[in-house]
C-alpha cells in the first residue's frame, strides 16, 4: 500500500510539473516576426532620437544618477526592437541606413557603460557655443539642449530675446544639478574641464557687451548665469586635488568604440603604427620639399588687414576655378559663398607668434581653402537635404569624423598632388607641415585613451613633433585639442585615418570602373552618400562591404 501511495505521488507530481511547464510556455509572449520594412527602421529611428534626448525639467536636461539609470535600462528595447528588424533583402543604400541607426545605439551604450560624461567630464555641462563648427555637429560629448548663440543674428528680435532669457536663466540650475552628478575620479578630465567652463563665463560676459545691455531680463539672466558657471569653477577648483584616477577609456573599450561606433575597421594598435608611419612620412617629405625649394624664397605672412582680405579672396577665386578648370568635382553656386563667408579677419601676431592654422594661412591663403572642404558639406547638407532621412542630419557622436575630417584634410594633399600649387611650391611645404601636426596630436588621442600618457604628456608629445616650433606647448590650440580628443575618443585619429580610408576607396573605385574612372564622378559619388563613415560609403559605393571591421591584426 505505501508503494502505491509513493507511486501516486509521483505521477501527480510530474504532472502537475508538466502543467506548470505547459501554462508557462503558453503564457509566454509570442515571437514577434521580423520586420522587413524600410519603413519600420526609419520610424524607428525618430523614435529613437526621441529616446535618446533626455528628459527636461523646467529648462534643464536631467542627467541625475536614477535618470541615467533609467534610460541605460530602456535602451535594450531599442535594441531589442532595432534587431527585430531584417535587412537582408533591401539595397545596400537603406542597409547603410540599418548600420547607422545601430552604431548610434551603440554610441549610447558605449557613453552609459564607459564614456559617462555626465558624471566623469565637468566640460560636458558648458551649455553656451558662441561660434559654429565646421563639422555636422559640434566635436566632442556636447550636452542636449547647448546653446548655439551665433543662430540668434544681431540686434536680437523679440522672440529671440524671451527664448534666450528662458534658455540662458537655465543654467544656474543646471550647474547645481552638476555638482551632484560629478562623481567619479578621472583627473585629466577634471582639470581641463575648469578652463573650459572659464571660458563659458567671459562669453556669456561678451554675448551680455553685443546683444544684452537694451534687454534688463536678459542681462540679468545671464549675470546670473555668470555667477553661476564662476561658483562652479570654484567648486571644480576646490575638488580638483582629490582627484588622480585615470581619464581615458582603456585600448579595449577604445577598439569596440572604434569598430562599433565609428565603424573605423582598425584597431587602437594598428592606429599608432599608421599614425608613426604617416608622422614619419610628413616630416620625410618636408625635408625633402624644403631642399627642393631651397633656393626660393620663404613664404612671408601676411602683414595687414588689407592684405587679409585681398589674399583670402584671391585664394577662394583661384580654388573654386582650378576645381572647376580641372573637373575635380561638380560644383554649386553655394561653394563659393560657403568659402567666402569664413574667411574672418586679420589678427596681428602676439609675441611673434600666431594659432597654428594660422602661421599656415597666412603665409598661403589656398592651402587652408582645401580643408574649408568642411563649409561645401554643411551648405550641401542645407541646400541639397539627402532623401534619407537617416541621413539628412548629423549622426550621433560624431559617427561622421572619419568622413568629414577625413576628406577635409585629405583634400589637402590630393589637391596638392592634383597640381593645386604647382606654380608655389613652397606651399606644398606647408601642406606636410599641417599632415605632421595632425598625426602627431592623434598619437596623443592614442596614448591618453590607452592611460599610458597624461594630457600634459599628450600636449608636449604634439609640440615637439610639429615641425618649426608653431605649436607651443603652452599655446591654446595643444591643450584645446588634446582636451577634445581625450573627451572624443578616436576623434584625433579621423583626421588622418579617414584620408587613409578615402584614399583607399579611391583606390578600390578607379580599378572598378576602369576606363570609365574620373575624379569628379569619384567625388560626386562620395558626396551623395553623405557625410557618413567612410566604410559605410565604401559599400555604396562599391558594393563591398567586407572587411568592415577586420583590421588584419
Not at 558639406?377 to 572619419?402: C, K, T, W
Request: with cysteine; aromatic share 10%; glycine share 4%.
Amino acid at each position: 500500500m505505501a508503494g502505491r501511495l509513493s507511486f501516486l505521488k509521483l505521477f501527480l507530481l510530474s504532472t502537475l510539473l508538466l502543467v506548470i511547464q505547459s501554462c508557462s510556455q503558453n503564457s509566454a509572449p509570442a515571437k514577434l516576426p521580423k520586420s522587413t520594412r524600410y519603413e519600420d527602421l526609419t520610424a524607428l529611428f525618430e523614435q529613437w532620437r526621441a529616446f535618446e534626448r533626455p528628459q527636461f525639467i523646467a529648462g534643464v536636461p536631467d542627467y541625475s544618477a536614477p535618470a541615467m539609470a533609467r534610460q541605460q535600462r530602456e535602451l535594450a528595447e531599442y535594441q531589442r526592437r532595432l534587431a527585430n528588424i531584417a535587412p537582408s533583402a533591401w539595397p545596400v543604400a537603406q542597409r547603410v541606413d540599418y548600420e547607422l541607426v545601430r552604431a548610434e545605439m551603440n554610441g549610447l551604450d558605449f557613453d552609459q557603460r564607459v564614456r559617462r560624461p555626465w558624471s566623469r567630464n565637468p566640460a560636458f555641462y558648458k551649455f553656451v557655443f558662441p561660434d559654429q563648427s565646421d563639422t555636422p555637429a559640434r566635436e566632442g560629448p556636447v550636452i542636449h539642449g547647448a546653446i548655439d548663440l551665433w543662430t540668434y543674428p544681431l540686434p536680437l528680435a523679440q522672440a529671440h530675446v524671451i527664448e534666450l532669457t528662458a534658455r540662458i536663466g537655465a543654467i544656474p540650475k543646471l550647474l547645481q544639478q552638476a555638482q551632484n552628478n560629478l562623481v567619479e575620479n578621472a583627473r585629466d578630465l577634471w582639470v581641463t574641464g575648469i578652463p573650459v567652463m572659464k571660458q563659458q563665463s567671459e562669453e556669456l560676459n561678451e554675448f551680455a557687451q553685443n546683444a544684452a545691455s537694451a534687454h534688463a531680463e536678459l542681462a540679468n539672466a545671464i549675470q546670473a548665469a555668470r555667477e553661476a558657471t564662476d561658483a562652479f569653477c570654484a567648486w571644480l577648483e576646490k575638488e580638483a586635488p582629490k582627484k588622480n584616477g585615470p581619464s581615458g577609456v582603456g585600448i579595449e573599450n577604445y577598439n569596440w568604440y572604434l569598430q562599433h561606433v565609428h565603424l573605423v575597421p582598425y584597431t587602437w594598435q594598428d592606429l599608432v603604427t599608421i599614425m608613426h608611419r604617416e608622422l614619419a612620412r610628413a616630416h620625410a617629405a618636408l625635408r625633402l620639399e624644403e631642399h627642393r625649394n631651397r633656393k626660393l624664397p620663404k613664404l612671408e605672412p601676411i602683414a595687414n588687414a588689407q592684405e587679409f582680405d585681398r589674399r583670402m579672396n584671391a585664394a577662394v577665386t583661384e580654388y573654386m576655378a582650378f576645381l572647376n578648370e580641372q573637373e575635380i568635382v561638380s560644383l554649386r553656386d553655394y561653394m563659393d559663398h560657403a568659402l567666402r563667408e569664413r574667411l574672418g579677419k586679420f589678427s596681428p601676431a602676439q609675441n611673434g607668434r600666431r594659432a597654428f592654422f594660422h602661421e599656415v594661412n597666412y603665409r598661403d591663403a589656398v592651402v587652408m581653402r582645401t580643408h574649408g572642404y568642411h563649409w561645401f558639406d554643411l551648405a550641401r547638407m542645407q541646400r541639397e537635404p539627402h532623401a534619407s532621412p537617416i541621413r539628412r542630419g548629423p549622426s550621433l557622436y560624431n559617427i561622421f569624423d572619419s568622413r568629414a575630417e577625413g576628406l577635409a584634410t585629405g583634400m589637402e594633399e590630393m589637391m596638392m598632388h592634383a597640381g593645386l600649387f604647382d606654380q608655389r611650391p613652397q606651399a606644398r611645404e606647408l601642406i606636410w607641415i599641417m599632415l605632421a601636426q595632425r598625426a602627431a596630436r592623434a598619437l596623443g588621442d592614442l596614448n591618453m585613451h590607452a592611460n599610458r600618457a597624461t594630457i600634459d604628456e599628450a600636449s608636449k608629445f604634439a609640440s615637439e613633433w610639429t615641425p618649426r616650433g608653431w605649436l607651443p606647448v603652452d599655446s591654446d590650440l595643444v591643450r584645446f585639442e588634446q582636451h577634445l580628443y581625450l573627451e572624443q575618443p578616436t576623434y584625433g585619429t579621423s583626421y588622418v585615418i579617414g584620408k587613409i580610408q578615402i584614399e583607399q576607396l579611391l583606390m578600390e573605385r578607379s580599378a572598378q570602373l576602369g576606363e570609365q574612372f574620373t575624379l569628379k564622378r569619384f567625388m560626386d559619388e562620395l558626396n551623395a552618400a553623405g557625410v557618413i563613415p567612410v566604410s559605410l560609403i565604401r559599400w555604396e559605393m562599391t558594393g563591398n562591404a567586407a572587411p568592415l571591421f577586420d583590421s588584419g591584426s
